[in-house]
């Protein structure tokens, strides 16, 4: 684990727009790359995605990657190529676990609403694990109370989702102006 971290701000990250996207990425991603900047420990994407109103992500392929996706406005609604769908909305966590390969979309169903959502990649401990998908509901109350273990591979850990890495935790929080967190401690 890195002994610190750098807080990058949305107007100093990458962006990538387009007529249905601006998508804000933490580290190198697509088209942007700084060698300096691939990864922060087991997280490879922290992307802060904003899509507009009945657009989306056309089907795609992924392989061995972790995939946590959490709305914090709107709603966006997923499907598989295992049979996976549903609708990903505030206070719930969706995990897919791409294994040895997935197809999926995710759109923007609403005609008039954008959607705002951040989505996290962790490799997994295995290649080639069967792809698989969970979500749970984290409440509104719990995340007001600090840091909460939203997705988690460490024994031991308790967490709303799980994920396919026994080093990797992700955590969240609904902070307010003037709010302060504490980082969790290692197990």
């Given at each position: 684990m890195p002994a610190n971290a750098e807080i990058r701000r949305a ?125 749970h509901e984290i409440s509104a109350e719990l995340l007001s109370t ?42």
């Open positions: 107007a100093g990250r990458a962006v990538t727009t387009t007529p249905w996207l601006t998508s804000r990425h933490s580290f190198s991603f697509g088209d942007h790359y700084d060698p300096d900047n691939t990864h922060y420990g087991l997280l490879l994407v922290n992307n802060d995605d904003i899509v507009a109103p009945g657009t989306g992500f056309d089907t795609h392929p992924h392989r061995d990657m972790e995939i946590v996706t959490w709305v914090l406005q709107g709603e966006l609604a997923h499907q598989d190529s295992t049979g996976n769908r549903g609708v990903v909305y505030p206070g719930l966590a969706q995990r897919m676990s791409a294994g040895s390969g997935i197809l999926h979309s995710e759109k923007n169903d609403s005609l008039t609403e954008p959607v705002h959502f951040v989505q996290m990649w962790v490799i997994p401990d295995e290649t080639a694990i069967t792809p698989g998908y969970q979500q600090g840091l909460v273990t939203i997705a988690s591979g460490i024994p031991g850990h308790d967490a709303a989702i799980s994920l396919h890495n026994r080093n990797a935790a992700l955590h969240g929080t609904r902070l307010r102006a003037g709010d302060a967190v504490s980082l969790p401690q290692a197990p």
